[in-house]
């Protein structure tokens, strides 16, 4: 198996045979972006009008301009719902397709989430997520926020008049990840939703929180390897410069031993880790019905793996995956539970 995107499942929208028809199309070959991937945020607005509408963006390297802030909006991410919260526009929300774990919200948030109906859907075989468009459609969202695939597309979604914001880690060609791609992205989402105030507040309580742990490192000067671990243990992969995980670790003092990798994140073997030495290992996880400590022994029970320093030391680190992955205010909060982590 191989990631071929943050998640370690395809969470694919397999829309079936009975959509409509002119939305049933083919790819969109024109989702590649041609941009830089070192712009630090996707979305870059440009207001016309002293009340910020038309609002025109590119995404995914294309220009869409909005007339009005979207009032019915549809969430199929998991993560993107950190992102509405900081910028005060959960309100907008009027249907979900994938669950919300309760160990990325809030007491208060969870209550909000658990009132925003499911889209019905079924479970594939891979992992996956099996929905019509005609259930979209029903739903009657003016945008859908999530990731595309080969059938869910900008043009597939504008043709029954539906606008679609791919979150740019999941763009083909995505921005390089960092702390400031995600307050740009908040702050997007404020101009996006007219809640500039409140979403400019919420990037400026986060950049705070981002500089507090930079400004003490509790793990200055170690080297480190973020991995993620399949739940039945058959893989292992290792996370490059091109994940969010980097800078998280690089926030904390740590240097990545695997920075140079030209993947985001290549399978690797045990080996591989073992020669790396890291003094830390991040072990991002998404089973939640595994515990922490079952977590780190997929990897510190492989043969050769209590020779690296990290296992040696207990300087394992399990983390649940969006507060590592795709970069979203949970990754604010991850670098806080990593932190404590390491000096508890």
């Known amino acids: 198996m191989k990631l071929s995107t943050f998640r370690s499942r395809a969470i694919a929208l397999l829309l079936v045979v009975g959509c409509v028809a002119a939305a049933c199309g083919g790819n969109d070959d024109s989702s590649t972006s041609e941009d830089s991937v070192a712009e630090p945020a996707e979305s870059q607005p440009t207001a016309a009008h002293d009340d910020g509408f038309p609002l025109t963006f590119t995404n995914c390297g294309q220009e869409f301009t909005l007339d009005s802030p979207p009032e019915r909006v549809l969430l199929m991410e998991a993560s993107a719902p950190s992102l509405l919260f900081a910028a005060g526009a959960m309100d907008r929300v009027i249907a979900r397709i994938e669950d919300f774990n309760e160990e990325y919200y809030t007491a208060d ?22 929905v019509s468009l005609e259930a979209i ?27 679609f914001y791919v979150m740019p880690p999941f763009c083909d060609n995505p921005p390089t990840p960092s ?46 390897a973020a991995l993620y671990v399949t ?92 507060f590592a992955e795709p970069p979203t205010p949970l ?8 932190s404590d982590q390491i000096t508890g």
């Open 109 to 130: 948030q969870l209550a909000v989430l658990s009132e925003i109906p499911a889209l019905l859907a079924e479970a594939t075989a891979t992992g996956g997520v099996e």
């Open 179 to 224: 702390f400031e791609s995600i307050l740009e992205e908040v702050r997007f989402y404020g101009e996006l939703f007219d809640t500039t105030e409140t979403a400019n507040a919420s990037a400026a309580a986060l950049e705070a929180a981002v500089a507090s742990a930079a400004d003490a490192p509790v793990a200055e000067g170690k080297t480190a």
């Open 331 to 338: 990754v604010v909060q991850g670098l806080s539970l990593l």
């Open 137 to 163: 459609v029903d739903h009657d969202p003016d945008l859908v926020i999530g990731f595309d695939n080969a059938i869910l597309t900008h043009d597939s979604l504008a043709d029954v008049g539906i606008q």
């Open 231 to 322: 739940s039945d243990g058959s893989a292992i992969y290792a996370y490059s410069s091109l994940g969010m995980v980097h800078p998280l670790m690089e926030a904390l003092g740590m240097t990545n031993v695997f920075a140079e990798l030209s993947e985001r994140v290549p399978e690797v073997s045990i080996e591989e880790v073992i020669g790396r030495n890291p003094e830390v290992l991040v072990l991002l996880y998404e089973d939640f019905e595994l515990t922490p400590d079952e977590i780190s022994a997929l990897v510190t029970e492989l043969p050769g793996a209590s020779s690296i320093t990290a296992v040696e030391q207990g300087a394992v680190y399990p983390l649940l995956f969006n």
